[in-house]
C-alpha cells in the first residue's frame, strides 16, 4: 500500500537551531516524487522542496534540504537556522501515478515549534 | 501567492444543505484536484480532474460532486450536509504531470466550511 507517515507529532527547536522532521514512505513505485508542504496557523499549503525518486543528489531549497535514503524509504526534512516563522505544520507528501492522472498522499504532519 | 483562487474562504451552512465551492487554478495547468482537511482525518484526496475529465477518485462521499469546466475552474458540490463535513477544502492544481515527476501541486487557500 501507498503510504506516508510522520512519527513526530510535534516538535520544538530553539531559534537559529537546526531541526530535522521525519517522513518515511512506502511504494512499490521505481519512479515517484516525494515533497513537503508548509501549513502555517492562516491555513494556506505551501510548497517547500521535492526530490524524486531517481534523483541522487538531496535537493534543497534555501534553508530547507531534504535527506532522501532510498534504501531506507526516508525522505526528511532539514531546517536550518529556524526562525519563528517557521512555526507551523508540516506535510511529507508522495506522488502517485502516471501519465495524466495522480494525487499526492499525505502524511499526518509535524507541528514545529519554534522558542525564542 | 501560489496562483490558485479558491471562493468562498470561509461558509457556514446548516444540516441538509447544500454547497457549492469553486476553484480556478493556475494559468496554464490543466490538472485540479480536491482535498478535505479535518482534524481527526488529515488531509484526504477526493478527487482529480484532467481537462474537464474525471481521472483519478479518493475518499469522495456519493453526496459530494465534482466538476471541471472547459475554461478549467472546477467546482465541488457538496450536498445533505452532515456536521462532519466541517472542514477545510482545498483545491490544488498542477500542469500536467506526465513524466514529470518533480511539478508540484500548487494549493489554494482553502474554503473553511462550516456546518451548524
Known amino acids: 500500500a501507498q503510504k506516508i507517515t510522520q512519527t513526530q507529532p510535534g516538535m520544538f527547536v530553539q531559534e537559529k537551531e537546526a531541526v530535522t522532521l521525519d517522513c518515511t514512505y512506502d511504494?512499490?513505485?521505481?519512479?515517484?516524487?516525494l515533497f513537503w508542504y508548509k501549513q502555517p496557523s492562516s491555513g494556506e499549503m505551501i510548497f517547500l522542496i521535492y526530490q524524486g525518486s531517481y534523483d541522487e543528489q538531496n535537493a534543497t531549497e534555501g534553508r530547507y534540504s531534504l535527506n532522501f535514503q532510498k534504501a531506507r524509504k526516508s525522505a526528511n526534512l532539514v531546517i536550518s537556522a529556524s526562525q519563528l516563522g517557521d512555526s507551523a505544520m508540516y506535510f511529507c507528501?508522495?506522488?502517485?501515478?502516471?501519465?495524466?492522472?495522480?494525487?499526492?498522499?499525505f502524511g499526518q504532519g509535524t507541528t514545529l515549534q519554534v522558542k525564542p | 501567492d501560489s496562483g490558485v483562487t479558491q471562493t468562498p474562504k470561509h461558509l457556514i451552512t446548516a444540516t441538509g444543505q447544500r454547497v457549492t465551492l469553486r476553484c480556478s487554478p493556475r494559468s496554464g495547468d490543466l490538472s485540479v484536484y480536491w482535498y478535505q482537511q479535518s482534524l481527526d482525518q488529515g488531509l484526504q484526496f477526493l478527487i482529480q480532474y484532467y481537462n474537464g475529465e474525471e481521472r483519478a477518485k479518493g475518499n469522495i462521499l456519493e453526496r459530494f460532486s465534482a466538476q471541471q469546466f472547459p475554461d478549467l475552474h472546477s467546482e465541488l458540490n457538496l450536498s445533505s450536509l452532515e456536521l462532519g463535513d466541517s472542514a477545510l477544502y482545498f483545491c490544488?492544481?498542477?500542469?500536467?504531470?506526465?513524466?514529470?515527476?518533480?511539478?508540484?501541486?500548487?494549493f489554494g487557500q482553502g474554503t473553511r466550511l462550516t456546518v451548524v
Open positions: 490544488a492544481s498542477s500542469v500536467s504531470w506526465g513524466k514529470a515527476m518533480n511539478t508540484e501541486a500548487f
Open positions: 507528501a508522495m506522488r502517485v501515478g502516471s501519465g495524466n492522472t495522480g494525487k499526492l498522499i
Open positions: 511504494t512499490s513505485d521505481q519512479s515517484y516524487g
